[in-house]
């Protein structure tokens, strides 16, 4: 394997930190790789937020610039999601104002 194609596969599986945003607006950082669904990035980000009881993931959203991106199949880096990207996880009650 060339040194450029271990370096883009090393790229490609770097973990990396974004800022998860929850509901009370409190910044905490994650660390997350770009090959990691979102759905993945959802529950780590709950876990994190709202620890040691965190909330069902199919009850909130991520939310990137304001809006919640479906589906949650996609990769952190097909969202655009890199270093030090902000990421808000809200409530769907909140992003689509189901109750």
């Known amino acids: ?22 509901q009370e607006g409190d910044p905490e950082d994650l660390h997350v790789r770009p090959a990691e669904q979102l759905d993945e990035l959802l529950v780590a980000a709950l876990r994190k937020l709202y620890a ?11 939310v990137l610039n304001g809006k919640f991106v479906e589906p949650l199949t996609q990769s952190i880096a097909s969202v655009g999601i890199g270093a030090g990207t902000k990421v808000s996880i809200l409530p ?5 104002g189901e109750r």
């Open 52 to 62: 040691p009881n965190p909330p069902a993931a199919d009850l909130y959203d991520v």
């Open 92 to 96: 769907k009650t909140v992003t689509r």
């Open 1 to 22: 394997m060339s040194a450029q194609a271990q370096d883009s596969d090393t790229t490609e599986h770097a973990a990396f930190a974004i800022i998860i945003i929850g």
